[in-house]
């Protein structure tokens, strides 16, 4: 087998303009199972929009970007559907930034000597490629960002807005989704920022700093934190549209808990949407239920759905579900980035 002949097919996006899934989910609500469960997720996502008060928070875990759904969480932040992201660095460097560049995805196989793979420096995501050399090119890049950044601690929404500053300049996909929220001013936060094609970069960009006495930029999580918290602290009401589960979805849970312990009156999550393949079994936090997390007073249980499914088939209904409704229609965007930036200069000052 050679390289070419393995990476010829791409994986494409799905769009939401495509089809229409308003009737195939309102026929499910008269279902049972995972089709009402799906139904309902789908109108507690329609609910979130449609409160004028209700911030929404997109929580991104597994392969999403190279699955193909990266153009689904693109026209979601177009029409305003999404205030702030959480994910994993994988969906947002090593996969969404990583085509923001001009490199793709291929469908492969899982059925394949992962031997013959590493010879040919071909990387595997189940059934999907990805070409290793072009997935250092994304580290390098990484690396050039924050060499030409100001020596200082920065959040990682800090960087990957730079990120998105770089892609808007030289980027040669623009349907990315780091682009476009640099565009729309919408946040996007990788609490472990490190475990990602950017975290090769840094390390690189601060060992060779190192080894010539020259300061370096450095990724504070405890930054993050406080900048998605004051998110919570600026709005009434929360939503959250969770897609997996791990670190980001913790993150955003936590925000409730810590706008408590910094003294402010914010309220629970009022509306919470998971989609998973993990149940509470596993004792882990991807299956953990969200009525668990009112327990901990995080999430309110009025409107909150677990839905036991994979996100490539999932996702696209309940987005498309509120995306074709038109649940957004009137809604302001938020501008957080602004909003945190502004707060950053001033504590400054």
């Given at each position: 087998?050679?390289?070419?002949?393995?990476?010829?097919?791409?994986?494409?996006?799905?769009?939401?303009?495509?089809?229409?899934?308003v009737?195939?989910?309102?026929?499910?609500?008269?279902?049972?199972?995972?089709?009402?469960s799906?139904?309902?997720?789908?109108?507690?996502?329609?609910?979130?929009?449609?409160?004028?008060?209700?911030?929404v928070i997109?929580?991104?875990?597994?392969?999403?970007?190279?699955?193909g759904?990266?153009?689904?969480?693109?026209?979601?932040?177009?029409?305003?559907?999404?205030?702030?992201?959480v994910?994993?660095?994988?969906?947002?460097?090593?996969?969404?930034?990583?085509?923001?560049?001009?490199f793709?995805?291929?469908?492969?196989?899982?059925?394949?000597?992962?031997?013959?793979?590493?010879?040919?420096?071909?990387?595997?995501?189940?059934?999907?490629?990805?070409?290793?050399?072009?997935?250092r090119?994304?580290?390098?890049?990484?690396?050039?960002?924050?060499?030409?950044?100001?020596?200082?601690?920065?959040?990682s929404?800090?960087?990957?807005?730079?990120?998105?500053?770089?892609?808007?300049?030289?980027?040669?996909?623009?349907?990315?989704?780091?682009?476009?929220?640099?565009?729309?001013?919408?946040?996007?936060?990788?609490?472990?920022f490190?475990?990602c094609?950017?975290?090769?970069?840094?390390?690189?960009?601060?060992?060779?700093?190192?080894?010539?006495g020259?300061?370096?930029?450095?990724?504070?999580?405890?930054?993050?934190?406080?900048?998605?918290?004051r998110?919570?602290?600026?709005?009434?009401?929360?939503?959250?549209?969770?897609?997996?589960?791990?670190?980001?979805k913790?993150f955003?849970?936590?925000?409730?808990?810590?706008?408590?312990?910094?003294?402010?009156?914010?309220?629970?999550?009022?509306?919470?949407?998971?989609?998973?393949?993990?149940?509470?079994?596993?004792?882990?936090?991807?299956?953990?239920?969200?009525?668990?997390?009112?327990?901990w007073?995080?999430?309110?249980?009025s409107?909150?759905?677990?839905?036991?499914g994979?996100?490539?088939v999932?996702?696209p209904?309940?987005?498309?579900y509120?995306?074709?409704?038109?649940?957004?229609?009137?809604?302001?965007?938020?501008?957080?980035s602004?909003m945190?930036?502004?707060?950053?200069?001033?504590?400054?000052?």
């Amino acid at each position: 087998m050679k390289k070419k002949e393995l990476l010829k097919t791409k994986v494409e996006h799905i769009s939401l303009d495509t089809f229409n899934p308003v009737p195939l989910v309102e026929a499910m609500e008269k279902m049972a199972l995972s089709s009402r469960s799906t139904a309902r997720a789908a109108h507690i996502y329609e609910m979130m929009l449609k409160d004028k008060d209700a911030a929404v928070i997109l929580c991104l875990a597994g392969s999403l970007v190279s699955a193909g759904l990266k153009k689904v969480i693109v026209q979601l932040l177009e029409a305003d559907m999404v205030d702030a992201i959480v994910s994993t660095g994988a969906n947002i460097v090593d996969q969404d930034f990583f085509e923001g560049l001009g490199f793709r995805h291929y469908q492969g196989t899982p059925f394949i000597d992962d031997n013959v793979l590493r010879e040919l420096q071909i990387d595997r995501i189940y059934d999907t490629f990805i070409d290793e050399v072009e997935l250092r090119h994304c580290d390098d890049t990484c690396k050039k960002i924050a060499d030409s950044l100001e020596p200082r601690p920065y959040s990682s929404r800090e960087f990957i807005a730079e990120m998105g500053r770089y892609l808007q300049k030289k980027g040669k996909n623009k349907e990315s989704i780091v682009l476009r929220a640099f565009e729309k001013d919408v946040p996007i936060f990788c609490p472990a920022f490190s475990d990602c094609s950017a975290g090769f970069g840094l390390v690189e960009h601060q060992y060779r700093n190192g080894l010539v006495g020259k300061p370096t930029v450095s990724i504070d999580s405890a930054k993050d934190f406080l900048e998605l918290t004051r998110i919570k602290m600026a709005g009434k009401e929360t939503g959250l549209l969770m897609i997996g589960g791990g670190v980001p979805k913790n993150f955003a849970q936590d925000i409730v808990v810590a706008a408590d312990i910094l003294g402010s009156e914010a309220s629970m999550h009022k509306y919470a949407v998971q989609i998973t393949v993990a149940d509470e079994r596993d004792g882990a936090l991807s299956g953990s239920t969200l009525k668990e997390a009112s327990s901990w007073g995080k999430v309110s249980t009025s409107f909150e759905q677990m839905v036991y499914g994979e996100a490539t088939v999932f996702f696209p209904l309940i987005a498309g579900y509120a995306w074709h409704k038109k649940a957004a229609k009137g809604r302001k965007a938020r501008h957080y980035s602004q909003m945190l930036d502004e707060t950053i200069t001033a504590t400054s000052s």
